[in-house]
Protein backbone atom coordinates (compact mmCIF):
# COMPACT_ATOMS: atom_id res chain seq x y z
CA UNK A 1 0.00 0.00 0.00
CA UNK A 2 1.44 3.45 -1.25
CA UNK A 3 0.95 6.56 0.67
CA UNK A 4 -0.69 9.68 -1.44
CA UNK A 5 2.44 12.18 -1.58
CA UNK A 6 -0.08 15.02 -1.09
CA UNK A 7 -1.81 13.07 2.03
CA UNK A 8 2.02 12.75 3.19
CA UNK A 9 3.25 16.33 2.78
CA UNK A 10 0.26 17.86 4.29
CA UNK A 11 0.67 15.90 7.11
CA UNK A 12 3.88 16.95 7.41
CA UNK A 13 2.39 20.78 7.05
CA UNK A 14 0.10 19.94 9.85
CA UNK A 15 2.77 19.06 12.41
CA UNK A 16 4.42 21.28 11.71
CA UNK A 17 2.23 23.87 12.70
CA UNK A 18 1.15 22.27 15.98
CA UNK A 19 5.24 21.89 16.80
CA UNK A 20 5.78 25.89 16.06
CA UNK A 21 2.94 26.67 17.93
CA UNK A 22 4.27 24.77 21.02
CA UNK A 23 7.53 25.51 20.70
CA UNK A 24 6.72 29.65 20.19
CA UNK A 25 4.35 29.76 23.35
CA UNK A 26 7.07 27.56 25.49
CA UNK A 27 9.71 30.61 25.04
CA UNK A 28 10.18 32.89 28.14
CA UNK A 29 10.35 35.67 27.50
CA UNK A 30 13.76 36.59 27.81
CA UNK A 31 14.45 34.30 25.31
CA UNK A 32 12.18 36.02 22.69
CA UNK A 33 15.18 38.48 21.39
CA UNK A 34 17.44 36.03 20.63
CA UNK A 35 14.31 34.06 18.71
CA UNK A 36 13.65 37.46 16.93
CA UNK A 37 17.13 37.65 15.81
CA UNK A 38 17.65 33.81 14.44
CA UNK A 39 13.66 34.77 12.78
CA UNK A 40 15.14 37.63 11.07
CA UNK A 41 18.36 35.65 9.55
CA UNK A 42 15.87 33.08 8.28
CA UNK A 43 14.22 35.86 6.63
CA UNK A 44 16.95 37.00 4.89
CA UNK A 45 17.55 33.76 3.14
CA UNK A 46 14.29 33.69 1.95
CA UNK A 47 15.32 37.11 0.31
CA UNK A 48 17.63 35.85 -0.87
CA UNK A 49 15.98 32.70 -3.05
CA UNK A 50 12.96 35.47 -3.68
CA UNK A 51 15.35 37.23 -5.33
CA UNK A 52 16.09 34.07 -7.40
CA UNK A 53 12.62 33.59 -8.23
CA UNK A 54 11.84 37.06 -8.77
CA UNK A 55 14.40 37.74 -11.32
CA UNK A 56 14.10 33.65 -13.04
CA UNK A 57 12.90 33.50 -16.95
CA UNK A 58 13.58 35.36 -19.84
CA UNK A 59 13.30 39.36 -19.94
CA UNK A 60 10.58 39.06 -22.57
CA UNK A 61 7.69 38.01 -20.29
CA UNK A 62 8.01 39.91 -17.03
CA UNK A 63 4.78 38.83 -15.45
CA UNK A 64 5.34 35.15 -15.10
CA UNK A 65 3.80 32.93 -12.04
CA UNK A 66 7.54 32.52 -10.83
CA UNK A 67 8.18 36.40 -11.01
CA UNK A 68 5.01 37.37 -9.77
CA UNK A 69 5.31 34.90 -6.26
CA UNK A 70 9.57 36.10 -5.93
CA UNK A 71 8.23 39.63 -5.64
CA UNK A 72 5.67 38.63 -3.32
CA UNK A 73 7.99 36.71 -0.98
CA UNK A 74 10.51 39.79 -0.77
CA UNK A 75 7.70 42.54 0.58
CA UNK A 76 6.25 39.38 3.16
CA UNK A 77 9.96 38.55 4.16
CA UNK A 78 10.85 42.44 4.40
CA UNK A 79 7.89 43.00 6.37
CA UNK A 80 8.61 40.38 8.16
CA UNK A 81 12.56 41.41 9.17
CA UNK A 82 11.23 44.86 9.72
CA UNK A 83 8.54 43.49 12.23
CA UNK A 84 11.05 41.55 13.50
CA UNK A 85 13.82 44.33 14.37
CA UNK A 86 11.25 46.49 16.11
CA UNK A 87 10.18 43.73 18.55
CA UNK A 88 13.36 43.03 19.11
CA UNK A 89 14.00 47.12 20.17
CA UNK A 90 11.60 47.05 21.97
CA UNK A 91 12.18 44.10 24.04
CA UNK A 92 15.82 45.10 24.38
CA UNK A 93 14.19 48.74 25.55
CA UNK A 94 12.42 46.10 28.18
CA UNK A 95 15.89 45.59 29.65
CA UNK A 96 17.19 49.16 30.00
CA UNK A 97 17.27 51.17 33.54
CA UNK A 98 14.98 54.12 33.29
CA UNK A 99 16.48 56.75 34.00
CA UNK A 100 15.36 58.93 36.96
CA UNK A 101 14.44 62.79 36.16
CA UNK A 102 16.02 65.50 39.05
Known amino acids: MEIDPFVF ?19 TPSLHTPLMSVTNAISS ?14 NLNVFQTSNIF ?14 GFLVTQRMLAMYKKKKKDK
Open 70 to 83: GFLAIILAAVNIFG
Open 45 to 58: VIIVGAIIAALAGD
Open 9 to 27: RLSIFILSIFIGYYVVWSV
